[in-house]
């Protein structure tokens, strides 16, 4: 039971926040996740003084958010044992006692599963893609999710989700009641902004004078393999522009350049792998369009990131993207290439489309910020904590 006397106590478990060093330098390793968390405890300790945010992860965090505060890193040992305790969450039970914590949240999909009911907890559920697209994810990613979400989800005292669809998708699969679920939209960092493309940024990369761009996990959720459909008839329109694709490997993901079918296309591709995060805004600037035909997401960052920076964008017409792109974007089938090619080249070629787009864009990255994130996530903290 909480003592009213005293400021809140909140635990955040940020195992889903990967890391990697380059030059010297900490980063966010993994896509949204990472960066929904990082950003997330960031905006909530700039806004809320007076609550304690605990941050709890397996090994100790080298980011700067672990400076300030709190940080308790549980052991990482391999020993069957200690794997055991760690997927019954034996840590999080333990710390959530000693510290008196007064409510546990899990940002990462789902956690909670074997915690008793008295401590509260509250869940960010980011998309539903291994259920329903199973074909898109490895095996242990789909047998976690038939054997802890549900429970999970369930026993939570509240679930945030990043979109409406994706709270759509949890109702009907009859898995959380609407009553459950909280719709808390993303945001988009500061330095993604309009701003004029630096010189140097073609020369660096040998970039194409023209080029698409798309930012995402190197994966086949993201459909590449469209995009690439969809260049191979710009070109056959005579609209000869590049393709850069900036990203991160991920689960088997084939490169296409392989596929001797796109051989004639080679030399307009351009594939980056750990893009520092200034260069990333510099991509955004140079290129023509954004294209994100990805099949599911439960929220899309790339998208809002890209409007930030003033690059139309082409997303698919599918899951939440339609929602976060509003009217700033245009809209085509994941599955249909001459639709996706024909928008393309609208706003290649059409200088009052693209204008409109870009001034949309700007507008909806507007209204999608971190701190409005961490504002509505914290109004969930305090009423899970008053019931």
Known sequence: ???????????IVTDGLEERVTAGAVHIANGGVGVYIYNLVKELRAIDQATEYVLIRHG?????????????????????????????????????????????????????TFLPRRIKRVVTLHDLTPLLLPHCHPWERRMAYRLFMRRALRRADHVLVDSASTGADLMRLGIVAASNITTVPLGVAEHFRFATPSADLRQRYD???????????????????LLFEALRRLHAAGEQTGLVLVGRDGWRWQDPLANPAVAPLRPWVRIFRDVPDTDLVEFYRHAEVFAFPSLYEGFGLPVVEAMACGTPVVAARAASLPEVVGEAGLLAAPTDAG???????????????????VAAGRQRAQQLSWRRTAEHTRAIYEQVCRT
């Open 1 to 11: 039971m909480r003592c009213p006397n005293r400021p809140l106590r909140i635990g």
């Open 339 to 357: 639709e996706l090619a024909a928008r393309l080249l609208e706003v290649l070629r059409n200088r009052t489309v693209r204008e409109r787009l």
């Open 207 to 225: 970039l194409p004078d023209r080029f698409i761009l798309s930012v995402g996990v190197l994966e086949p959720r993201k459909n590449h393999a």
């Open 60 to 112: 100790t965090g080298r980011l700067d958010i672990y400076d300030r505060g709190r940080q308790c890193a549980v052991p990482v040992r391999s020993t069957l044992a200690a794997k055991v305790l760690r997927a019954l969450e034996y840590a999080y039970r333990r710390l959530a006692d000693e510290l008196q914590l007064d409510l546990l949240h899990f940002p990462n999909q789902f956690g909670g």
